[in-house]
């Protein structure tokens, strides 16, 4: 634990030193950071720890990787449907309500993952992956939320930049810990989630009924959104971001690749019970130290551009994978520098969204949605693509197969990407 002790102490004094002089949500104990952090922090080292549990416990069920893909995609599906449901249900919301409301929902998912893994039962596996597809997405909103109402728009790279530390740290633990808990069986993993739940949910309630006051959507729309009208916003404005929407595409791609096969890949690759966490794990570590340093630089021009690039780099790395079958040292870096590259494409993409959704002031709601759809089509897509490749292919040749997607769309977001991104003030107002 000593490896990560200086990072992690670094990072506390990087936010003590750049965020919390700046921007103080509470007038007295509670920095808006802390608060927000501690709680999610504890949820996300959580839901890691299913995410990576998840696909070994229903590999044991189905024996095969496209179905595993299939049953992965239908979270997302869920997820895109909310990406457009909850603008409109919860337009006006705080983070502090979103938090909440998708720590609650969460409680669910090891309940029915416990029970379709006691009885053998798939439909749990599948009401899992719903509910996991509905509280994921109330926490993107939560994070988004968080970093656009309570700091400036100069502070956006950074502020991801620390979101992306937690993030990765949690990620960095969880695979270990997983792998930890599925030797004891499903009693102990479900036991383990259920009860960091619940901690976190009791901390984000403590925290914020002591805030000393409620933190305000700056959304000042009020009226509930219909079906047809969110669909005007939404088609009115990706018409401008496709850019941005493809980067979120194929970086979540990436991401869901590792994290719905990379313990499978792990099994395989490393072959040693116990040590099937390594592929993630290396996947992780070079996102954390990317994060880090986004985190520190406070990017504020040519993030698309950086971002794109980091992308193309991070694809051609990836791209001889397969040439190294069965190798384990070279493949791991291979897995390691292709992660360190893309890792400042994530922070970068989502300052980038975080700028427009404030040029757009009370519509970006409608820009949160969007983005997060590009997420999760990406989960849609990637399960069931990369396990009928798998399927067919193996494990290395699917992960070259997907460096060659990112230098080819990279190479072409490069040259099509305007230097501005022009958003339809005048259209989005005229939608009634």
């Not at 000393?212 to 000042?220: D, I, L, P, Q």
Request: glycine share 8%; with cysteine; net charge positive.
């Amino acid at each position: 634990m000593l490896v990560y002790f200086h990072p992690i102490y670094t990072n506390i004094r990087m936010i003590e030193e750049n965020i919390l002089p700046k921007r103080t949500l509470y007038k007295k104990r509670f920095s808006s950071v802390f608060v927000f952090l501690l709680p999610l922090a504890i949820f996300r080292l959580s839901d890691s720890i299913l995410s990576y549990i998840f696909p070994i416990v229903l590999e044991g069920h189905v024996n095969s990787n496209i179905a595993i893909g299939v049953i992965m995609a239908l979270s997302s599906i869920v997820g895109l449907i909310c990406d457009f449901v909850l603008p409109q249900i919860f337009p006006n919301k705080s983070w502090k309500f979103l938090l909440v409301v998708g720590i609650l929902t969460s409680l669910l998912f090891p309940v029915a993952t416990a029970l379709g893994d006691i009885f053998g039962l798939i439909s749990m596996f599948v009401i899992a992956v719903v509910i996991w597809g509905i509280y994921y997405e109330f926490i993107l909103f939560t994070e988004q939320n968080f970093v656009v109402n309570e700091f400036k728009k100069e502070e956006y790279s950074k502020t991801w930049g620390i979101l992306g530390i937690m993030i990765d740290i949690t990620g960095l633990i969880a695979p270990i810990i997983g792998s930890f808990l599925l030797i004891y069986g499903v009693l102990a993993y479900s036991s383990t989630a259920i009860l960091m739940n619940i901690l976190a949910l009791s901390f984000a309630i403590i925290l914020i009924t002591t805030s000393g006051h409620e933190s305000k959507n700056k959304s000042k729309v009020k009226e509930y959104i219909s079906f047809i009208k969110g669909l005007r916003y939404w088609g009115t404005l990706t018409k401008r971001i496709v850019p941005l929407l493809i980067m979120a595409f194929l970086l979540e791609l990436v991401s869901a690749s590792f994290w719905v096969f990379g313990g499978l890949f792990g099994r395989e690759l490393i072959g040693i019970p116990g040590l099937d966490w390594g592929v993630l794990v290396v996947s992780i570590i070079p996102t954390l130290i990317g994060s880090i340093i986004i985190s520190r630089l406070g990017i504020k021009r040519r993030k698309k551009r950086l971002s794109q690039i980091s992308l193309l780099i991070g694809g051609l790395i990836l791209v001889p994978l397969t040439i190294f079958e069965g190798e384990i040292s070279p493949i791991l870096l291979i897995i390691f520098f292709a992660s360190f590259m893309l890792s400042f494409a994530w922070p970068l993409n989502d300052a980038v969204y975080s700028d427009l959704q404030k040029r757009l002031e009370e519509k970006g709601v409608h820009l949160m949605g969007l983005s997060n759809a590009g997420y999760s089509a990406a989960y849609i897509v990637c399960p069931i693509l990369m396990g009928l490749i798998s399927d067919f292919v193996g494990f290395y040749n699917a992960f070259s197969i997907l460096g060659g997607i990112l230098v080819i769309s990279a190479i072409l977001l490069i040259l099509f990407t305007p230097r501005k991104l022009q958003m339809p003030h005048t259209q989005l107002n005229e939608i009634k």
